[in-house]
């Protein structure tokens, strides 16, 4: 199941410096070489490869080879996609990461509307994630709970993740992401405070919108959040929505800046602390990508923002 469709069923200063790097980017990236351990997916990074960049199939039409073999194209490290819950979509994707030597993330999440059942979806989901012989994820990325579930009911989806990281070795982090457990900074917060060893997927792209705001009276928050972040979703948003038309667009530099500078804290902490950041580069397809009206062309290409964001961020954290 793509990501469209899922959801459908259910430090500002030093960032600015680096903006001339925007216009600067290029170069060819070879296909990397296959990787013929048993196991694929999640090999232990080299010790200058703090950071992992992966590429996102939503939008992608393909199947996970054509994905995989475009993405080491383009230069990524890895991808990040839906757990495949069909054993035939889990052979393909194992040969697609066999073939091409790439890293792999997955999304497990759930969709009803009643929290046991949401959760029961949810928690087979990361079983299977987690336990397959051979695919074997960087982490797992949940799309969790819902905005409007309890505090209590969606705890569970916490308390569960928690233990099953320390059972399964995997790392498993929480997406804060409108209509999800941690929609909003002020409910983040709570269960930040609630859960220590509660690790983030900061999409902070969601909050912008969520809030009307680029968070600047919320920045305590923020600060907690950029501490518990492990993974980033590294699309950009801004007050009036969860993604800008064109990151290259002038009129958009502050924006991006400002994502720029919480990224930077994330990963000057984690390089600090020994630690590898994945990035998956999120721009999404219409109609997160904003497009005209009446023949819905897109504002600017997908797949080409995505690759601008990967090779912008490579030059970054190189």
């Not at 074997?136 to 949940?142: R, T």
């Not at 900061?202 to 009307?212: A, P, Q, T």
């Not at 998956?280 to 504002?299: A, C, H, I, N, S």
Request: neutral net charge; aromatic residues 10%.
């Amino acid at each position: 199941m793509n990501r469209k469709a899922f959801i459908k069923a259910g430090g500002l200063t030093g960032a600015l410096l680096a903006l001339g790097e925007m216009n600067l980017l290029a170069g060819d990236h070879k296909t990397r070489a296959v990787d013929d351990s048993r196991t694929v997916g999640h090999k232990e990074a080299a010790a200058d490869k703090s950071v992992l960049l992966l590429a996102t199939n939503w939008g992608f039409d393909g199947n996970s080879l054509q994905f995989c073999e475009a993405a080491a194209k383009a230069g990524y490290d890895g991808i990040e996609l839906w757990w495949p819950n069909e054993k035939k979509d889990q052979d393909l994707l194992l040969k697609a990461l066999q073939t091409t030597g790439l890293k792999v993330g997955f999304l497990c999440g759930g969709y009803e509307a009643d929290p046991t059942q949401h959760l029961a979806t949810f928690k087979k989901a990361v079983d299977a994630a987690t336990g397959h012989p051979q695919l074997k994820p960087l982490y797992i990325n949940c799309h969790s709970g819902r905005d409007w579930f309890s505090e209590e009911a969606n705890s569970e989806f916490i308390r569960f993740t928690i233990e099953k990281t320390k059972a399964s070795g995997v790392p498993i982090y929480h997406e804060t992401h409108r209509s999800r457990i941690l929609f909003a900074a002020h409910v983040a917060r709570r269960y930040m405070e609630r859960f220590q060893e509660l690790k983030l997927t900061l999409d902070i792209s969601h909050w912008c919108n969520v809030h009307e705001s680029m968070l600047t009276d919320q920045a305590d928050t923020v600060q907690l959040a950029l501490q518990r972040t492990a993974h980033i979703h590294a699309r950009v948003g801004h007050p009036e929505g969860p993604q800008v038309n064109d990151p290259r667009a002038p009129e958009w530099e502050k924006i991006v800046a400002q994502h720029l500078g919480w990224w930077d804290e994330v990963i000057k902490r984690q390089k600090a602390n020994g630690k590898t950041t994945t990035i998956l580069t999120e721009f999404g397809p219409p109609d997160y990508m904003p497009t005209e009206p009446y023949t819905r062309k897109p504002l600017a290409d997908q797949w080409a923002v995505n690759v601008y964001m990967m090779q912008l961020l490579r030059k970054r954290y190189s």
